[in-house]
């Protein structure tokens, strides 16, 4: 029996753990299979009784090691754990030096300690596990109080002791910190730290996720803590909840005059035909050209009205606020792609007329008619997002910047609108057939959809809209998982880079 975790401490590596507290053997198996160097059971505070623990340890130990969190320092605590087949053991609340030796001699077998012999796992193949036990099996003690920081080299220097493990937030509690943890804080959590590498020990930290953890793992500790199965069900849960939230307040869409800024576009001109059909009183049609907007208009030519208007040209801006100032809704879909990667000889002129048009020619318009619909009552601001914006598409690199540019916006609008009564809605369809995507051939959907799609979105007044398959896949899987996005992403690179990496 060797444990793989002791030679990873040995290298000076760093132990990265799930933390189980619900109780169910089934989440330590799903937790499992995502590949930690371990799982702590937590039988201080979580939900395990010893034969819950038996039959979870039994369905993992043959992917990770399984470790547990004894209930307390007791012997009889400490062997029951370790008969049920834990691999490192992590005692909590150890104050003392001669605690920590209590905890050494219920962790070994004799003659180094006072552990019964027993339990299912151990009677597997008795004798080898007899023999290897004692060296094997990580002993850790928790140090989460003042008392326990001020005697931690002490307990450190007890042999058999492998690693000191602080509780932050009982130790945030025990030092008067709490709920913030602060420099006092962290002055403690050091200490303990430089105790236990003064020793020649290990210290590792319990870490409420996984970025917390990079930190920690940075500073030299070697046992974090990746993912809490209580937060992985609470917190995505709690998002949905707010995600699916509904506004009320006034219909943003019947009688409202709207303005669409690239109407002659594909989205642009469908969500003009859209606004028509769900009531809209009048909308003006932006566009460079105004003369590309004549068969748009000619459907309903007392309702839409054309309106020479270029984003990027603050005298264009300027005009048409001055001209339409009846608007209570404020549609930003004028925008500008590309299509290339990084390194095409074009590439900065790009980013430069993408960063125009999508960002700062949002703003603009946003800033031109802010009072507008400050005075019409708040209405309704959109832009058309794209959910590239959170995760960077290599074959639309520039744009994909410009857009995660305009979401920043967005949120800062509706920051800055919400005590005018303007609701702000983001717009973030994933691949879209218009004349702007010819270089993308995965899926794509209509403009048809996407207009329908921002209708609906303001009715309902969402915030944030995913219109079809691929943006709410993208979105659900950056939420639990942005990684792996990006990693699917950047296999859709340019044609310039493509040829690179072939050559
Ligand atoms: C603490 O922070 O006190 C802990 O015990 C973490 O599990
Ligand atoms: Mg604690």
């Known amino acids: 029996m060797s444990n793989p975790l002791k030679d990873k401490l040995a290298a000076g590596g760093c132990i990265t753990c799930h933390w189980a507290t619900l109780g169910s053997p089934s989440v330590a198996e799903l937790l499992a299979e995502s590949g930690p160097d371990c799982i702590v059971f937590d039988m201080q505070h979580g939900l395990w009784d010893r034969?819950?623990?038996e039959y979870a340890i039994g369905l993992v130990r043959h992917k990770t090691v399984p470790?547990?969190?004894s209930v307390d320092a007791s012997d009889h605590a400490i062997g029951m754990v370790l008969d049920a087949g834990a691999r490192a053991l992590i005692v909590p609340m150890v104050d003392t030096a001669d605690q920590a030796r209590a905890v050494v001699r219920a962790a070994k077998y004799p003659p180094a300690g006072g552990r019964s012999g027993g339990g299912t796992r151990p009677m597997l193949d008795y004798k080898s596990y007899m023999a290897a036990a004692n060296d094997e099996i990580i002993v850790a003690v928790m140090i989460e109080t003042a008392t326990a920081v001020a005697n931690a080299a002490e307990i450190a220097a007890v042999p058999g002791i492998d690693m000191l493990f602080i509780g932050p937030f009982d130790l945030a509690m025990s030092i008067g910190t709490f709920p913030d943890f602060g420099p006092k804080h962290e002055a403690a959590v050091q200490s303990v730290l430089a105790a236990a590498k003064a020793a020649g020990k290990t210290c590792g930290i319990f870490t409420p996720y996984a970025s917390f953890a990079a930190d920690r793992r940075a500073q030299g500790f070697q046992w974090v803590v990746l993912a809490y199965d209580q937060s992985l069900i609470?917190?995505?849960a709690k998002g949905a909840v707010k995600h699916a939230r509904l506004g009320t307040g006034p219909d943003l869409v019947k009688d409202a005059v709207a303005l669409v800024s690239g109407a002659n576009g594909g989205i642009g001109s469908e969500t003009v035909r859209a606004l028509l059909r769900a009531g809209a009183a009048k909308i003006y049609c932006g566009a460079r050209q105004i003369d590309s907007l004549r068969t748009l208009t000619s459907v309903a030519s007392d309702k839409l009205i054309p309106l020479q208007l270029d984003v990027t040209d603050p005298a264009s801006v300027a005009k048409a606020a001055a001209a339409c100032k009846d608007v209570t809704l404020l549609i930003?879909?004028?925008?500008?792609?590309s299509n290339e990667g990084l390194f095409c000889a074009g590439a900065l002129d790009n980013a430069r007329r993408e960063m125009e048009t999508n960002y700062l020619g949002t703003l603009a318009l946003s800033r031109a008619f802010q009072p507008v619909l400050a005075k019409n009552g708040g209405g309704g601001l959109v832009n058309l997002i794209t959910v590239v914006a959170h995760s960077n598409l290599p074959v639309m690199s520039t744009y994909a910047a410009s857009k995660a540019?305009?979401?920043s916006l967005t949120q800062g609008l509706r920051a800055e609108l919400r005590q005018q009564g303007t609701h702000v809605m983001g717009v973030l369809p994933g691949a879209v057939d218009t004349p702007?995507?010819?270089g993308f051939e995965g899926m794509k959907m209509r403009p048809l959809q996407v207009a329908e799609a921002l209708i609906q979105g303001l009715r309902a007044r969402m915030e944030d809209i995913y219109p079809g398959g691929m943006a709410s896949g993208v979105i659900n899987?950056?939420?639990?998982?942005?990684k792996a996005i990006e990693g699917d992403f950047a296999n859709y690179l340019p044609a310039e880079s493509s040829a690179r990496k072939k050559a």
């Not at 930003?332 to 792609?337: D, I, L, V």
């Not at 899987?477 to 942005?482: Q, R, S, T, V, Y």
Request: glycine share 8%.
């Open 477 to 482: 899987g950056i939420a639990f998982d942005a």
């Open 405 to 407: 540019a305009l979401l």
């Open 51 to 53: 034969l819950s623990l």
């Open 436 to 438: 702007m995507t010819p």
């Open 67 to 69: 470790t547990v969190r």
């Open 234 to 236: 609470q917190e995505p």
């Open 332 to 337: 930003n879909n004028a925008g500008w792609n």
